[in-house]
Every structure is written in C-alpha cells, then in structure tokens.
C-alpha cells in the first residue's frame, strides 16, 4: 500500500487502521508474543553524541559507566530470564563498536553460552565490521541489532558524530556476514508521521527481519530532556503504520512502552505488535515479568513456543 493512502486512512480513521493493524498481525503471526531481553553489558562513556542517549560523553545525565561484564555475571542474567519463557537475549554494548581482538573474543564466547541455554543470542555491539560480525555468526549469533533511530530526514538533529549511511552499512555488513538483521527507532523524539514514514520505508528496503519499536523517555542531562512525552494515541498509530508498511516482519514495542502508552498498553497487540522487550531496559527500570506474563494471558495471548 503506498504511504499516500496510508496516511489518509491515518487521518480520517484512525481507529480503523489501528484495529486494520492488528488483523494483519493476527493473520501473519496468530496470538504469539515474541518476547526478548537485554543486558547492558558495557554501560556509559560513549562518543558519539545520540541527543537521546543517556550514556554519551557529550552529555551530563547520570547514568553508571562500567567496562564489560564479567562472562559469568552475563550467563547468570541469561539463565535468570530464560526461566521466565522468553527466547531471546541481547548481549549489548555502549560505545561506538568492539575496539579489540579480546574483547571481541569474549563477547564470542558469551554468544556461545548464551545459546547452549537455549536462547537465539543477540547482540547490539555498535557499528562492526564485515569480519567481526562473520566471527560472532560462528560463536552462534542469531541476529544483529543496528537502529536507524529516526528517518534519513530527521537524523542530524539527533547525531553528528556519525552518518545515517553508516548505520545502513552495519546493518548490510550483518546480513552479509548471514546474520538476522533487527532495527527500528525511537519515537517522540521530535519527528513526525511523515518521518516514521521514512523510516519504516527504509526498513522494508532493507528488508530487516525484525523492527524495534522504541518511545522517548526523556532523561535529565541529555539533549532531549524538556522534550514532551508522545500520546498514547500517537503511540498507537505509530505501531500500526509499521505494521501496514510492514506486514511480515516482526514489531516489537521495548524501551517506554509503560510511559508512552499508559492505560493503552495493552493495546499495542491490536495496533499490529507482536513482540515485547521484557525487563529492563539499558539504563531505566522496565516492568516486571510477572505483569507482562499476566497481561499476555488476560489477552488470550501466549509467549512463543
């Protein structure tokens, strides 16, 4: 569907092409909830200058910084959250890639345990090269997380130490090396519909296998932190023109659902997702397992098999 008649339904019907969004989802992925969760296994001190991001250098949020995680604190993590049923984990790092040989090595070594779990491992280690993702593929890594963040558009009010086209680089080099791809953006961040648009076009053309979808959360001492929190209705309708430009791919709401959304939370299955992010999130406190295995059920929903 072009995104011209998209954004007309958007406007005259909006409620139409929300519950339009989660017939697609039902037809395309029934009532399974695909679930994920992520470690910040290197926190803070990073370069490059995410107006959003709590963990970059240029700003004065207060956020922990901590080099990479011990092996064994990073497996225990794993094991916690593979009892509670989710499938994936995300092995991530601050910074703007993997700088050494050993560091590297380790990470490879965590991606091997990770899947002896029993997890399909993922990881968010920045912009790698061509030979470092081909070396993760051979530890076991299933999938390659990259954001574009916003659309080509709106990125240099967001970044300037490095390039939208480099973001596309990595997520090519990915899917080179024979890895998943995974990327999506933050919204609220000052964009628009249009913007997500882009985005969301960018993200058929590269033909990623799964869209994280993220809402600002403003933190103090970054950029962005006076920045008004999106509507839930925006939220919803945010969700849903992903799902319409992407029918078969994977959407799953992570960082700022309970914030973004509030009482509509639960809605973001009829808005087209089918996937969440349990858990913490990199630098805040997410839900707690409990609930979000509740609400799953009181939807007639069930996590993955």
Wanted: hydrophobic share 40%; proline share 5%; glycine share 10%.
């Amino acid at each position: 569907m072009k995104i011209n008649s998209l954004f007309k339904e958007l406007g005259e019907k909006p409620w139409e092409f929300i519950m339009a969004a989660g017939g697609i989802r039902e037809k395309n992925f029934g009532p399974v909830v695909d679930a994920c969760s992520i470690i910040n296994a290197r926190s803070g001190n990073c370069p490059e200058d995410c107006a959003f991001c709590a963990q970059s250098a240029h700003h004065t949020a207060r956020s922990r910084a901590y080099p990479l995680l011990p092996e064994g604190d990073v497996i225990s993590a794993a094991k916690r959250v593979f009892e509670k049923g989710v499938r994936r984990f995300c092995i991530v790092t601050s910074g703007r890639g993997i700088g050494s040989e050993k560091e590297l090595s380790s990470i490879a070594r965590m991606v091997e345990k990770v899947r002896e779990i029993g997890f399909l491992p993922c990881a968010t280690l920045g912009a790698l090269s061509l030979p470092q993702l081909r070396i993760l593929n051979e530890a076991g890594l299933h999938r390659y997380h990259h954001n574009l963040e916003t659309s080509r558009s709106f990125f240099p009010r967001i970044c300037s130490t490095h390039t939208y086209d480099e973001r596309i680089e990595t997520l090519s080099a990915a899917k080179e090396a024979g890895l998943s791809t995974c990327s999506g953006g933050i919204f609220g961040m000052g964009e628009d519909m249009p913007d997500r648009a882009e985005m969301a076009s960018e993200l058929a053309r590269l033909d990623v296998d799964s869209v994280p979808v993220n809402f600002l959360m403003p933190i103090p001492g970054t950029p962005l932190e006076d920045t008004d929190f999106i509507t839930p209705l925006e939220a919803l309708k945010s969700i849903a023109l992903l799902r319409h430009v992407l029918p078969e791919k994977e959407i799953r709401v992570c960082g700022g659902r309970l914030t973004g959304l509030r009482e509509l939370h639960p809605m973001v299955f009829m808005a087209g997702a089918n996937g969440i992010l349990m858990g913490d999130y990199l630098t805040t406190n997410g839900r707690n397992f409990e609930d979000d295995l509740r609400m799953i059920n009181d939807l007639g929903m069930r996590l993955h098999g």
